[in-house]
C-alpha cells in the first residue's frame, strides 16, 4: 500500500514529468482571461504538458508578449485572440474558434472579475457586466465547447468557480452567486456529459494572489499572507485534482473528506424533496390557516 507521502512524491512526480513535457501534442487548450493571473499559469502549464493554446483577452500587449514567450519556451503553437467576450460580435468569434478547429480538446473558463462591495453600495451596471462575463459568457462558450467535444468523441471543460461560490457571505453577493451558478452549472454538465466521454472540472479557488484582487476593490497585498495563495500553486493544485479525475476541485481545502461529506449530504436530501406531501411542519400549520381567521390561528398557535 502507498503511504501518503511515497502518493504525494509520485504526484509531484507525475506533475513534473507533465509539467515539463513538451513532445507530443495533447490538442489545443483555450483559455478564456489568459494575459494574466490564474489564466496566464494555466498558459504556462498547458504549455509545458504538450497542448498548444488559444489565449483569449481584452489586452493585446501583455496576451502578445505572453503568447510569444510561451510559444518560444515550450515550442507549442500559442494564438492569441484579442476579444472581449462581453462584446457580443468578440464573443461570436471566439465560439466560432471553438466550433469549427477540431484540434481543441480543452477549454478552460477563467475570465471573470469579483468585488468586494456590499450589496447597497454596488454599482448595478457593474454587477450586470459580472454576471454577463461570469456566468453568461461561460454559459455560451460550454454550450458551443460541449457538442463540438461530443462530436469529436472527447475534451475536457475546466470552469473556474470559487469559494465563494459556497462561502456566499465572504464577498460581493453577486460575485458569490455568480460563483454558485458556476459550480451548479458544473454539476450539471458532468451529470450529462461524463457518460459521452467529456470530463468536466470545476475549481474553487480561495484567495489566490493576483491583479483581480485590484480589480475587486481589495489588493491581496494587503491581506494576511497566510490566507493568500500564490497563483502558481493554486494552478499546480487545481491541474493535480484534474490529474487525480475530481469533479470538484478545492486547492485550499485540507480535509477533502469534508467536500465528500458535503455533497454526501446534498445528494442524500434529493429523493426527499419529489413528494405530493408537504412537510409536517408545514402541512399542520398550513391547513389550519386554510380554514380558521388569521387571529384564530394565531391564538390557536
Ligand atoms: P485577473 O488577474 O484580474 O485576470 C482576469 C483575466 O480575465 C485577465 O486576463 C483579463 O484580461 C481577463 N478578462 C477580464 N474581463 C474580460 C472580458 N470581458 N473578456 C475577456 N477577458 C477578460 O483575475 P484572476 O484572479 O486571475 O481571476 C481569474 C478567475 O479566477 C476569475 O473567474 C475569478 O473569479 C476566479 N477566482 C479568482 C480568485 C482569486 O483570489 N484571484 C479566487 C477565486 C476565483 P483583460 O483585462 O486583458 O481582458
Request: aromatic share 4%.
Amino acid at each position: 500500500m502507498t503511504t501518503a507521502s511515497q502518493k504525494k512524491e509520485l504526484l509531484q512526480t507525475r506533475l513534473e514529468d507533465k509539467n515539463m513535457s513538451n513532445s507530443s501534442s495533447e490538442g489545443t487548450a483555450l483559455i478564456t482571461g489568459a494575459s494574466r493571473g490564474i489564466g496566464a499559469v494555466y498558459a504556462d502549464r498547458l504549455a509545458k504538458r504538450g497542448y498548444d493554446l488559444i489565449l483569449v483577452a481584452r489586452s493585446e500587449a501583455p496576451l502578445q508578449a505572453l503568447a510569444a514567450t510561451l510559444s518560444r519556451s515550450t515550442g507549442r503553437r500559442t494564438t492569441p485572440i484579442i476579444a472581449d467576450v462581453n462584446n457580443k460580435q468578440d464573443l461570436a468569434r471566439v465560439e466560432a474558434k471553438l466550433k469549427d478547429d477540431p484540434s481543441i480538446t480543452m477549454l478552460v473558463n477563467n475570465a471573470g472579475f469579483a468585488s468586494v462591495a456590499p450589496l447597497l453600495d454596488a454599482d448595478i451596471a457593474k454587477m450586470e457586466d459580472m454576471i454577463a462575463l461570469n456566468i453568461s459568457a461561460l454559459t455560451r462558450l460550454t454550450y458551443v465547447a460541449a457538442p463540438a467535444f461530443v462530436k469529436r468523441g472527447a475534451g475536457t471543460i475546466i470552469n473556474i468557480g470559487s469559494a465563494a461560490g459556497i462561502s456566499v457571505e465572504a464577498m460581493n453577493g453577486v460575485y458569490g452567486a455568480s460563483k454558485a451558478y458556476v459550480l451548479a452549472f458544473s454539476l450539471s454538465l458532468q451529470h450529462e456529459l461524463t457518460s459521452k466521454g467529456i470530463r468536466v472540472q470545476v475549481v474553487l479557488p480561495a484567495r489566490t494572489a493576483t491583479d483581480g484582487w485590484d480589480v475587486a476593490g481589495s489588493p491581496w497585498q494587503k491581506m494576511p499572507p497566510e490566507i493568500v495563495m500564490p497563483v502558481e500553486d493554486m494552478v499546480d493544485a487545481a491541474l493535480v485534482g484534474l490529474d487525480q479525475g475530481e469533479l470538484v476541485t478545492i486547492p485550499g481545502l485540507h480535509n477533502g473528506d469534508e467536500w465528500t461529506r458535503f455533497e454526501a449530504i446534498r445528494r442524500g436530501m434529493l429523493p426527499q424533496f419529489g413528494t405530493s406531501v408537504p412537510a409536517p411542519r408545514y402541512r399542520n400549520q398550513a391547513r389550519r390557516s386554510a380554514y380558521l381567521p388569521r387571529e384564530r390561528v394565531r391564538s390557536s398557535r
